[in-house]
Antibody, heavy 117, light 106 residues
Framework: EVQLVESGGGLVQPGRSMKLSCAASGFTFSNYGMAWVRQAPTKGLEWVATISYDGSSTYYRDSVKGRFTISRDNAKSTLYLQMNSLRSEDTATYYC??????????WGQGVMVTVSS | DIQMTQSPSFLSASVGDRVTINCKASQNINRYLNWYQQKLGEAPKLLIYNANSLQTGIPSRFSGSGSGTDFTLTISSLQPEDVATYFCLQHNSWYTFGAGTKLELK
């Protein structure tokens, strides 16, 4: 059974950093691209970043470019999102997703990030 | 950027009803449209991929149709366990999500 379990969220002050993790199991992690998707309170879902199966290619939405870094450790079957210079508008539930031929086919339950002083 | 307009935002229906949810893309996305179900407190679940392909393990009462700019998710006979929020995702050009439809039982 495919499982994606996010961790690392919580309350952080504006301008500070936070690192999210997503532990994957139930499939060969190194065969799949992965992504982060977020949903702000009372707002819709938005794609944040994607990484290729081997980590060689990464893509970001404009509003997080230069602040967020997506990475992966295939030996540990873990996806990461390093978030720097956090802003109030980054407050959201962050989901990790598996990316295959069917786009986002599996999702984690999400982890909440609150940026507030 | 491609915009996705999903309707309705809220839907109340009875067990056994036929339910339809729509997504309209701001430009041609071919068939690169997925539908998801999200129950309260759970991870989103893929129902339909590439407009009309049923994901493994999903009941056959769920179906998808459309191409180009207009897409529909249909539940042929609503069951109590279908109470959830449904949303679409276009993956023709990057990713854009619909705003979601909250489905309740009447």
């Amino acid at each position: 059974e495919v499982q994606l379990v996010e961790s690392g969220g919580g309350l952080v002050q504006p301008g500070r950093s936070m690192k999210l993790s997503c532990a994957a199991s139930g499939f060969t992690f190194s065969n799949y691209g992965m992504a982060w998707v977020r949903q702000a309170p009372t707002k819709g879902l938005e794609w944040v970043a994607t990484i290729s199966y081997d980590g060689s290619s990464t893509y970001y939405r404009d509003s997080v470019k230069g602040r967020f870094t997506i990475s992966r450790d295939n030996a540990k079957s873990t996806l990461y999102l390093q978030m720097n210079s956090l802003r109030s508008e980054d407050t959201a539930t962050y989901y990790c997703t598996r990316e295959g031929l069917r786009a986002s086919d599996y999702w984690g339950q999400g982890v909440m990030v609150t940026v507030s002083s | 950027d491609i915009q996705m307009t999903q309707s309705p935002s809220f839907l109340s229906a009875s067990v056994g009803d036929r339910v339809t949810i729509n997504c309209k893309a701001s430009q041609n996305i071919n068939r690169y449209l997925n539908w998801y179900q999200q129950k309260l407190g759970e991870a989103p679940k893929l129902l339909i991929y590439n407009a009309n392909s049923l994901q493994t393990g999903i009941p056959s009462r769920f179906s998808g149709s459309g191409s180009g700019t207009d897409f529909t998710l249909t539940i042929s006979s609503l069951q109590p366990e279908d109470v959830a929020t449904y949303f679409c995702l276009q993956h023709n050009s990057w990713y854009t999500f619909g705003a979601g439809t909250k489905l309740e039982l009447k």
